[in-house]
Every structure is written in C-alpha cells, then in structure tokens.
C-alpha cells in the first residue's frame, strides 16, 4: 500500500509557473506507475499526465502537452509536475494517483489517490 501527499499548489498568475510534488509513503514505490488528474468543479476528473514505474515512459493528454511535464524521483519517493504557461481554465483541484505495475490511462485502474491541491490560474 502507498499514502500519497500532494503540495505546490496556489495561485497564479496566466502564463506563469507551478511544480506539484507528490509524495509517497512505503518502499515499493518505484513499483508503482503513477498520474497526475484535475477536477473542476462540476467536471468529471481526468489524466493529464503519467509516468512509468522507471520514468522511461511517459503520457500527456492534449491539453498539457507541451505545457507540463511529469518526472519522478525514486529516490525520494516524489513524482513532479512541472506546469508552464498556465492558463485560467486549468484551475482545478490536482490529484496524483498510483498504479501497478504499469501505465494506465484509464481512473479506474488507479489504486491509490492523493487529498488533493488547488491550483488557480488568474486571468
């Protein structure tokens, strides 16, 4: 079992910058694949980004690429979301999630959720 903390969200202006940390408590760490996912409010939450268990592999919904960039750190037990270029419509609450053993680009194939950061993007 993985305890996932999110932090480094806040406020921002459009077109600046935020990094997302993640977290993850327990030694399999490196086992897991894990994903980056937003919910605005009244939408449903959906990936944006994930990365393989080796950080080898990498996905990007359309509408971050380019702009976002996931990476992870095994040795910290930390995943990273690095995100440029922000716009107002990507406020959203942010979640990081685990799964195991591979990629996944579906929710339900996600184990393991995060509490959550908000990020808000002014105009």
């Known amino acids: 079992q993985v305890q996932l903390v999110e932090s480094g969200g806040g406020l921002v202006q459009a077109g600046g910058s935020l990094r997302l940390s993640c977290a993850a408590s327990?030694?399999?760490?490196?086992?897991?694949?894990m994903g980056w996912f937003r919910q605005a409010p009244g939408k449903e939450r959906k990936l944006l980004a994930a990365?393989?268990?080796?950080?080898?592999?990498?996905y990007y919904a359309d509408s971050v690429k380019g702009r976002f960039t996931i990476s992870r750190d095994n040795a910290k037990n930390t995943v990273y979301l690095q995100m440029n270029s922000l716009k107002p419509e990507d406020t959203a609450v942010y979640y990081c999630?685990?799964?195991?053993?591979?990629?996944?680009?579906?929710?339900?194939?996600?184990?393991?959720w995060g509490q959550g950061t908000q990020v808000t993007v002014s105009s």
């Open positions: 327990g030694r399999t760490f490196s086992s897991y694949a």
């Open positions: 999630a685990a799964t195991t053993p591979w990629l996944a680009l579906e929710i339900a194939d996600y184990d393991y």
């Open positions: 990365i393989s268990w080796t950080g080898g592999n990498t």
